[in-house]
């Protein structure tokens, strides 16, 4: 349960984030820093036995068998010492971050939000190392990327607008690559689970799908970790806070890519495609990204070149692949997380008490800023691989690496070469970061102090003890070899400064002395290579062509659907269904059945004398429908027609479906008037021709969809499945009503799904009726109002008195019976519904029946308490399981809260649909501002009504309703005034 404690730790610094703000403001990282260390010492606390091999683990079923037998979904967690040690990275140098947080965000400018987005940035890079599951896995790996995004958009501005864009293109191509191998990856090896996938023999028997399934985990984790061609995401990504530079991409988000890589190296580490492919992209992006961090006179953007050089280098070192190379690499990252978060933290420091960070306005702090100054100097030291530091042994790890890299010995020496020189120029920009950040420049810093020690001393403690562990080195033997060995052979680590004269120590010495000659001649280096552009293209230019020219793919494809015409809309569908019915016809007539096969016969019983009146029905509404010239006759047809099916329904012995579609037809019927009284009366004229085409389709198209029906309905007996509910629903369930437990039970994942979207149903109804304008028409067109509003208005208020309580009572007891006779949630919201519609209708003017946030409300808090009945079946079963009881007398089930979300949910897109359909004016608009048309000409008019305007809430100046004289539309209006007039060619053609 360790794994349960420190996730649910995580989410607690989620939950308690906000009211720490608002009770402690920026203060608030001292208590959430305290949280993340207790859920370390936690993991701590368990480290000798996961480095004895035992594993800890925790599994619970989420949903079973989803894609076939032993393809479920697990909420599974393993943490070996390679997630262990990740984990701890996060949490452990996200404490510090959040420390230091403390004392560097300003007072009262938004830190709720960051706080919160941190920490649940946090809790998802943990649930991704700990992730088990292929599911888990992907939804953590999103988490992530949705994370960084919020967190470099909420600073603000143009920078942080831009890169959070572009780093959410980028990351999320990897999200679609990873989508892909693991989909790929559980079908071939028959499970969703990470540990079952990696000991798969699958792999060794086919190496044509192991190398695939290598270069897309490759691909994905070269966008998480800012490998070429995708490194561009990560400097523009510093346009967020420096909390959020040092955490994020310094030791979170970025090491979410080492980690898959060093995971999945299981299987791929001898695969000579992953081995070329991680070498060279992984040593091309450290030497280039090298190069241009020295041209950088930003020191933060300076640092983030430097972070994706240094994760070129970890890349590239586990493509060799072996477990020297393993260990390396994992060295590395520890070196890198701390030199790279502390170096973040100080530049924030020295733009804190500065004001700058750009070399160009600094001047000579160092004597200033002594212990800043010291501490930046440790930090970019150990990024230098000067010793003794960490980054030192890390890097000549490397090397020794890099030797026996599998690609040959020409290849392996021309990657050392590259690697020195990588490590040169390494060593230069650590030196222009203490060089130009301290010492060079003329700007005078007379008046410049230390920062506080609550400020300098978190941002330097990760990058000063890379000197001290030096001399304890050999304490990270037993943790570095433990977690290779969890996906590789043991490498039987032995860390040390000193490994005798080899080529990695002559790199490293011929680096030192070329860089010290660097630093002597730095300022005609760096003049040199400043502002001069190194490639033909950025990547930022790149990927801004490739937005617009997808862009103007849409709009070209797009172009086919740029219509309000229904019949550009439906046309190619009929056609398409025309071309097919006939199609099969006519294989059929030649072969005698269907791919040679026979059609059976229908089964006896099918075809009634009294499906005839059902039939009779439907066929004299639309007969007259087709005919009639009137919006509101067309409106009422279409509900006879619909009676005419619910008729059908009952005589088949659907009670639930006919209960259903009768209520949905009467409300239908009521939101298609709210719309068609914005209409003309009548029906555009059609010319001749039209018609004559459209009935000859309409007719092809029925004859096609009554031969379907016919030839291919009512010729079996009932499906195996269907008996097996049949027999044994009620039993498991303990309730008759078949139809409503398969829907809150069986399938109930199902019905959340379609839960979810009645709830966005409800939001593209408010968001698309509110952003549309009131079109005007010719006047004799519009809907005359009837009489005066208010008397007539009177009848149908008395009656709801009593209607409204009355159908309060018979939807609530639909829902408490839907178990087992017809009713449950979905009738009874319907019901209710109908009440509300009623209730509209008692209104002498448009007005809202419910308060603007209501029905967001009461579809939010329906998907909640669908979801909420989902992980209550965790506790016995899977996710949505039902759990069952008896308590006075009665059966109880908690699929019960299931259907009281989905009667949420259901009442929340019919008030919302009433509210913004029902309301004339939408929200903003003013009674000025309706205009109507005279042979097609706008004028400010009002429209006639009865009532007076202190009888409306929307017209709040109390003045009587009067026609306003003609004036000349402004250039809006005449907009307005040519789409109309395009909307009527358009439907009258």
């Known amino acids: 349960m360790t794994l349960l404690y420190v996730l649910a730790l995580a989410a607690l610094a989620i939950a308690v984030s906000p009211l720490l703000v608002k009770l402690i403001d920026r203060a608030a990282g001292w208590p959430l820093a305290g949280i993340f260390l207790f859920a370390a010492v936690l993991l701590i606390r368990q480290l000798p036995d996961i480095y004895d091999g035992k594993a800890l683990s925790y599994q619970a079923t989420w949903v079973p068998d989803l894609l076939g037998p032993g393809l479920g979904v697990n909420f599974a967690l393993k943490a070996d010492a390679l997630s262990v040690f990740f984990a701890l990275l996060a949490l452990l140098i996200g404490a510090v971050v959040f420390i230091y947080s403390s004392a560097y965000l300003s007072k009262n400018k938004g830190n709720t939000s960051f706080y919160t987005i941190m920490t649940a940035f946090t809790a998802s890079i943990l649930m991704l190392v700990l992730a088990d599951d292929a599911f888990v896995l992907f939804i953590a790996w999103e988490l992530v990327s949705l994370a960084s995004f919020m967190l470099i958009a909420r600073s603000g501005g143009t920078g942080g607008e831009l890169g959070s864009q572009r780093t959410l293109i980028l990351t999320f191509i990897g999200g679609l690559t990873m989508l892909s191998a693991l989909a790929i990856a559980a079908t071939q090896t028959g499970t969703t689970s990470i540990s079952g996938i990696l000991a798969s023999d699958v792999w060794a028997e086919k190496p044509g799908l192991s190398s695939t399934i290598a270069v897309l985990i490759a691909v994905s984790a070269f966008t998480k970790s800012a490998q070429f061609p995708f490194h561009f995401w990560l400097p523009e990504a510093m346009a967020a806070a420096t909390p959020v530079s040092a955490f994020l991409h310094a030791a979170a988000v970025v090491k979410a890519g080492i980690y898959l890589l060093m995971r999945f190296s299981t299987i791929f580490h001898d695969n000579a495609t992953w081995n070329w492919l991680l070498i060279v992209v992984g040593i091309v992006t450290a030497v280039m990204a090298s190069l241009f961090a020295i041209q950088k006179s930003d020191l933060k953007k300076l640092t983030a070149y430097s972070t994706v050089s240094h994760l070129g280098w970890i890349v590239a070192t586990i493509g060799v692949g072996t477990p020297l190379a393993l260990a390396a690499a994992l060295v590395h990252t520890l070196a890198h997380a701390m030199f790279k978060s502390s170096l973040f933290m100080l530049i924030g420091v020295v733009d804190h008490q500065t004001g700058t960070r750009d070399a160009s306005r600094l001047g000579s702090s160092w004597r200033l800023l002594p212990f800043t100054f010291g501490s930046v100097c440790i930090a970019a030291a150990s990024m230098a691989a000067v010793p003794p530091t960490l980054g030192f042994i890390s890097k000549e790890g490397m090397l020794a690496a890099f030797e026996e890299a599998p690609i040959g010995n020409g290849p392996a020496a021309i990657l050392l070469i590259a690697a020195g020189i990588g490590a040169l120029f390494t060593f230069t920009y650590s030196a222009r970061i203490v060089c130009d950040g301290f010492i060079d420049g003329d700007r005078d810093m007379s008046e410049t102090k230390e920062a506080p020690i609550s400020l300098w001393l978190p941002a330097a403690i990760p990058g000063v003890l890379s000197l ?127 791919d040679g096969a026979a059609i059976a016969p229908r089964v006896e019983g099918m075809d009634r004398w009294s499906d005839l009146v059902a039939l009779g029905i439907v066929a004299l509404a639309l007969v007259l429908l087709v005919r009639t010239s009137s919006r ?90 269907s008996l097996w509910y049949l027999n044994n629903g009620p039993e498991i369930t303990g309730g008759d009503n078949i139809v409503n437990t398969i829907l809150v039970e069986f399938r109930a994942f199902d019905t959340l799904g379609e839960l979810t979207v009645l709830g966005m149903a409800a939001v593209v109804i408010a968001a698309v009726v509110t952003s549309m304008p009131r079109y005007p028409f010719q006047r004799g067109t519009h809907p005359t109002p009837f009489g005066r509003a208010r008397i007539n208005a009177i009848p149908a208020q008395q009656l709801l008195r009593f209607l409204i309580p009355a159908l309060a009572v018979v939807s609530f007891l639909v829902f408490m019976r839907g178990h087992n006779s017809p009713g449950g949630g979905f009738i009874a919201a319907l019901i209710f519904g109908g009440a509300l519609m009623i209730s509209y209708i008692s209104f002498p003017r448009d007005q809202r029946i419910v308060d603007v946030y209501t029905p967001a409300k009461l579809t939010g808090v329906g998907v909640l308490l669908a979801l909420l009945s989902g992980f209550i079946g965790l506790i016995k079963g899977s996710f949505l399981y039902a759990l069952h009881g008896h308590f006075a007398g009665n059966h109880w089930t908690t699929s019960m809260i299931f259907d009281v979300g989905v009667y949420l949910a259901v009442m929340g897109m019919l008030s919302m649909a009433i509210n913004v359909l029902g309301s004339y004016l939408r929200p903003g608009m003013s009674r000025k501002q309706l205009t109507f048309t005279k042979d097609n000409s706008p004028l400010q008019a009002a429209p006639e009504v009865s009532a007076r305007e202190d009888d409306d809430p929307n017209f709040p100046d109390g003045k009587p309703f009067e026609h306003q004289t003609a004036t000349r539309p402004k250039r809006g209006e005449r907009r307005k005034a040519q789409t109309i007039k395009q909307i009527q060619k358009e439907q009258a053609q």
């Open 632 to 721: 509101l006759t067309g409106v009422v047809l279409l509900g006879v027609a619909g009676m005419g099916v619910t008729f059908q329904m009952l005589t088949l012995g659907a009670p639930d479906v006919a209960l259903t579609q009768l209520l949905v037809e009467a409300l239908t019927v009521v939101i298609m008037m709210l719309v068609v009284r914005q209409q003309p009366e009548t029906f555009h004229p059609t010319k001749p021709k039209r018609r004559i085409g459209a009935g000859v389709m309409a007719v092809l198209v029925g004859l096609v969809t009554f031969g379907a029906a016919y030839g291919l309905l009512g010729r079996r007996e009932r499906t195996e499945l």
């Open 468 to 594: 001290p562990i030096v001399f304890f080195v050999s304490a990270l033997d037993k943790p570095i070899s433990s977690a290779v060995a969890a996906v590789s052979e043991d490498p039987h680590t032995h860390l040390a400064l000193w490994h005798g004269f080899n080529v990695p120590l002559a790199i490293s010495i011929a680096v030192t002395v070329l860089g010290v000659v660097g630093i002597v001649m730095r300022k005609q280096i760096w003049a040199a290579l400043d502002g001069r552009k190194l490639a033909w293209r950025s990547g930022n230019e790149l990927l801004n062509t490739a937005v617009r020219g997808l862009a103007g793919y849409g709009k070209a494809v797009g172009k086919m659907a740029d219509s309000l015409s229904p019949t550009r809309h439906l046309a190619a569908m009929f056609v398409l269904i025309i071309a097919l019915g006939g199609t099969v016809a006519i294989r059929t007539l030649v072969s005698g059945g269907i």
